[in-house]
């Protein structure tokens, strides 16, 4: 790990400003992702900023009817929450389903949406990678590409966003609620968060320098029956093959998003205009654009297979 | 248990107070990591409770919670596994809550109550996880141990407090203890020698005995 100053923020506005203004600054929320990679000398600030004394870690209802959910919420208390698990059930369960315990304990809401790709190439600084060094090539597209993204992807690279949370969030319309350096705030609704890869894939998502996650706002709830599912190599503890976030509606309409195959959460109204002629009809239009690889193929059967149980478990 | 503990004990904390870089609470220091500077230091003191014990360390800022624990105070009872929050062998109960303190920085916890293996028992005086362990055979090397019992205790109060699990059928329904359950919610400790039905047991015990 290479050496870098340390301050705790103790405001927001500080906090924004410190990181524009600082060379090599980064946030560190719960630390989960960022350590992990700057043990590896993959992430490498020179200035860290650590926000967890900031206070924006309560969940609070809007005027609208939906929920305010402070950036440094844990995952932990974000699933327990009552509210949460009675009227947002699908977040719940896609919190639950990722990590362990001990992760969750400490994951933040706006660290979980910005955990950088699970690529194992990406990890193995031996090897090129576009996203870790830009213009070095892909190794995965050639290599080991079982775990990536089938629908998304660019020539330059085809990790996944690995989350489950993103995948909820994306399902319900969720929108981002920042602050700049210069102190100015703005909402960004989950759909344009992130960022496809293109011929950029070092650039994952909107956030300027020094821009500052403040809260994820929920709309008000919006019934319906919620489901999570994920496929993965080992029953717990492990990152999504393919996931699954659904809110079926009794008439059969509804909301999809897919997680683990795409860099970002993966939604398509075209395709939930298809769901209440099942399954197969929705999964084809949602992966129209894909483009697998000889190992990942299995992922598009995959999708179409967990729609089909998803839809099952929604009418039973 | 008989306890050959009670020289190791006397030794580490011998180790402890002749560390160069360990104060006791109350004497002057450099200030926390709020009036550095940038620009300035890549090591801050920090003050944290470690085992009831109240205690200052100046700390390279780079210092993990666990080399903080094993490396400074000499805690060598939390293990090192995989340093990356893929074993549980580092966990750690900081505020009462189990985390990997591999994957979080000592001076991000100023002010903080830190629980390890050391203080939640001590040979002759076991905290009955522990003692359960030993019962039930819930370990063979022990390398992963000290991560499954603090976190199997963290891991009860959460089912006491509520908190829903990936097994939990409703989640509006209040949290059972179950051998699924126990599971799930300890899967984020793993045991290479497998001693997992083991543990489950051990941990049911303990259940059992608080409901
Ligand atoms: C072994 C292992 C297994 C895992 N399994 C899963 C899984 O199955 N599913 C899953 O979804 N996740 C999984 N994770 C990932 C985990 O969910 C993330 O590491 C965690 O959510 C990141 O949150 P954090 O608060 O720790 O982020 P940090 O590591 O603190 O930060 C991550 C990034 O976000 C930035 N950041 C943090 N807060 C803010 C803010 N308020 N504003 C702007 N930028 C900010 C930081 O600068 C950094 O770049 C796993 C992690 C590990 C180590
Ligand atoms: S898929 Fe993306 S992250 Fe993986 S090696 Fe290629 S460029 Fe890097
Ligand atoms: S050493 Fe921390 S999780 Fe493995
Ligand atoms: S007892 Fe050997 S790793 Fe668990």
New binding site residues.
Partial sequence: MRAFSYECASSIETAAKAAASTDGA???????????LMKLEIETPTHLID?NGLGLDRIEPTPEGGLRIG??VR?TDLAADERIRRDYGLLSRALL????GQ?RN???T???L??RTRCPYFYDTNQPCNKRQPGSGCAAIAGFSRQLGVVGVSDACIATH????AVAMRALDAVIETIRADGTTRSIPIADFHRLPGKTPDIEHV?ERG???TAVVLPKPMGGKHIYRKVRDRAS????LVSVGAIVQPDGTGRIAVGGIAPKPWRDEAAEKELPRGAKAASTRLLADARPTEQNAFKITLVERMLSAVLAEARG | MQSPGALEISRRDLLVASAATVTVAGAPSLAHSQTNTPEASTGTNVSFTVNGERLELELDNRTTLLDALREHLYLTGTKKGCD???CGACTVLVDGRRINAC?TLAVMHEGGSITTIEGLGQPGNLHPMQAAFVEHDGFQCGYCTPGQICSSVAMLEEISANIPSHVTDDLMAPAEITAAEIRERMSGNICRCGAYSNIVEAITEVAGRKT
Avoid: C, W
Wanted: charged letters at 10%; glycine letters at 14%.
């Fill in positions: 980064k946030f560190i929320a719960g630390g989960t992702n960022l350590l992990d926000v950036a440094l995952n389903a990722g990590a362990s992760l400490r994951a933040t706006a660290g979980n910005l955990q690995p989350g489950d949370m956030l821009e500052l996650i503890y492990a990152f999504a | 990356h929050g893929q994957l």
